[in-house]
Structures are given as C-alpha cells and as structure tokens.
C-alpha cells in the first residue's frame, strides 16, 4: 500500500473552513468569489435550463460543446483538449503515463504540495528548484533546466504560481520548452490562475510545442465545487493514452456538471471582471498592510493568481501566529504546509465583505509580536 504523507494543507483549511460555524474570514482561500448554481444559470441573455440533462455518462474527453468552450478560453484547439475532474486528476493521470523505473520530475519549491506527493505515489522521484525570494520568487529556466537529467520524464511549471503570484513570461516558457524538446522531455504548463494578471496580460502556454497545460475551474473562474478541469495537448498519441486513463481512473465527468462548466466557461466574461476587482481592491489593502507593518512582514506582490506568500521579517514559525489569528475568525495557511514555515499564504480573492475587518486583525496580531 503506498503512504501517501498527511496533507498538511487541507488538514488545516478543513478544520477551520467546514467547522461550526465556519471562519469569518477565509484569507487561506486560492479561490475566488463564490458563485451559486442560481448565479452561474443567470448569466446570459436567457437562464440555462438543466432539469432536462439525463444522469447519464458523458464521453471520457468531455462533450464536445464543453471542450470548445475550453479551448475557446485557452485559444486553443478543441480537438487537443481532454476534460477532466478537476486538475487534480490531470496531473494523477500525467504523473500515472510518465512512470518508469528510476524516473523523477522536476517541480518548484515552494509549490502546490499534491504535486510531490502525488508524483511520488507514482514511484517518481522529485527533483525541485527553488525559488527565492531575494530573487522575487523569480521562475527561471536555467534553474530549472539545472535539475533536469537523463531520467527525467516531466518538469511542471506552475503560471501564475501558487502561492507566490509569480509569473513566467510566455518567451521564457516557450525558450524553456523549446530546451526541453532537445531532452525529449514535455513541459507541463499548471494554468489554473490563468489570466488573473496584474500587469500585462500574457496568453495561455497552450499550442506551444512541447507544452502539456492544465487548468480546471476552481481557481480564476472561482467554481472549485464543480470539480471541472482538463488537459491541453496536441500531442494526438499522447492523448489517446490520456482518454485510456481517465477511463480507468472515473471514466468520465457528470453531464450535469459538464453542463455547468460550458455555461461558466461561455460566460467568463462576467465571472473573470469580478474576480479582478475584488482581487486587486484586497491585494492594495495587503500593500498597506505590508507597508504598515514597522518591518515586521515581508512579501513579494504577486504579479498574477488569488495568493500571496508573505513572510514574518524575524524567521519565526507562522504557525502559533495563524492559530492565534484563527482563534481570532480570520483564516490563513501557515508556511510549513508548503515546507516554508516563515512563511504563511494570504488568499486575497475570495472574500468579498470585510476583508479590510480581517487586515486590522492581522494587524493588530503583528503588533503583539
């Protein structure tokens, strides 16, 4: 039996997030505003109808109409797209193909801990490269073409990142998948904050040519309940053994929720603007409180993604300061969940109300320091 470690992480989020009641003020979020289903049916010029949608399969690729809205989102094809549930079975379905004896992948650190976890489950080694924070958490190919060796099968690169908000320029990653062609080894592209950009925006990686993306609905278009995401690959044999594994794995989505998912995806016009605005409106009272804070926290501003990495100037462990901050109703994720633990991630997009309410707490909290 493989034993996988605690996941530290939604350890945490869960035992404040679905207690009774509930955080007041949830800043360890990566999501956005939330949506209900009334909400998402309401957009449009006419209300989507889904009592009509028979509980039946849907293809194991997703619906055709789904992949369309996808690749329209991604300005891609939709013939090289492959719905998934969430992005969480993308990356088992990537991490299950690219498993082979003495194999590893390369993935950053910090990062989303599921991706060392998961790859490990599937008896890949991983290798990490590290990005610092005197270099502004800085993705860079040379270091990560650094960890790179013979038996590597994958390298993930996570744009916007998670839980930084760094971003890689798109030339930077087409130069870096470009050298990573000549190792014959594909780069995974993790889109799930794609296109919250707070500077320029920067087109998806998708139709780059050694470039396998991923996305799902949770993060930018803040419908983590509808456990909807997907591949992009233009690789046709590579898909087809794709489509072979998400078969075996849940062979195939809700239509219900597919339906859903088209209907979100056809209508991010109206779902990306307010995540921009509440992310934008509680990132510059985060600068303020930065900036208030007499040298007492540290950050890097995120130039894209709902979260932020912040850490105590003097290198103590954040956690006893998170719990005495849950205790207080507000919510943030402690560093050593992501094996950094001066650091805390700050979610700046989910709450819409009293966000200001939940920076004076935190506030006062480095006061007491």
């Known amino acids: 039996m493989v034993d996988l470690p605690p996941f530290a992480l939604d350890h945490w989020l869960s035992a404040y997030d679905f207690a009774t009641p509930p955080i007041a003020y949830n800043l360890a979020s990566s999501t956005g505003p939330r949506w ?9 010029d006419a209300p989507l109808a889904i009592d009509d949608v028979v509980l039946s399969y849907a293809p194991p690729e997703g619906s055709r109409q789904l992949r369309e809205a996808i690749a329209a989102f991604h300005g891609a094809d939709p013939d090289a797209v492959i719905a998934t549930t969430g992005a969480s079975e993308a990356l088992s379905i990537l991490f299950c193909l690219c498993a082979r004896p003495g194999a590893n992948i390369v ?17 890949l080694a991983a290798r990490t490269y590290r990005l610092d924070r005197e270099d502004g958490f800085a993705q860079r190919a040379d270091a990560i073409l650094a960890q ?9 690169l996570n744009t916007p990142h998670n839980p930084t908000g760094t971003v890689m320029p798109r030339p930077d990653i087409e130069a870096l998948a470009a050298a990573l062609a000549e190792r014959g080894v594909p780069l995974l592209v993790d889109e799930v904050y794609h296109p919250l950009y707070f500077a320029a925006p920067q087109r998806s990686a998708a139709g780059i040519a050694n470039v396998i993306v991923t996305s799902d609905l949770s993060k930018s278009l803040s ?20 489509v072979d594994a998400r078969s075996y794995f ?26 921009s605005v509440v992310a934008q409106r509680n990132m510059a009272m985060l600068d303020a409180l930065v900036a208030q804070s007499d040298g007492r926290l540290a950050w890097v501003r995120p130039n894209g993604g709902t979260t932020a990495f912040p850490w105590l100037s003097d290198g103590r462990d954040s956690r006893p300061f998170c719990q005495a901050l849950a205790a207080q109703g507000v919510l943030l994720a402690p560093g050593d969940c992501f094996g950094h633990p001066a650091h805390m991630r700050m979610g700046f997009a989910q709450q819409v109300d009293g966000f200001d309410v939940a920076v004076g707490r935190i506030a006062e909290a480095l006061e007491a320091l």
């Open 36 to 44: 209900s289903v009334a909400d998402l049916c309401a957009l449009g």
């Open 107 to 123: 993935l950053p650190d910090p990062g989303y801990p599921a991706y060392a976890a998961v790859s490990r489950a599937w008896g």
């Open 148 to 156: 790179v060796d013979a038996d590597t099968s994958l390298v993930i």
């Open 223 to 242: 419908l983590p309940g509808l456990r909807m995401g997907w591949l992009i690959d233009v690789d046709a044999d590579r898909r087809a053994r794709i």
């Open 250 to 275: 849940t062979i195939s989505a809700s239509p219900l929720l597919e339906r859903l998912a088209t209907q979100a995806l056809r209508h991010c016009d109206a779902i990306l603007p307010r995540l």
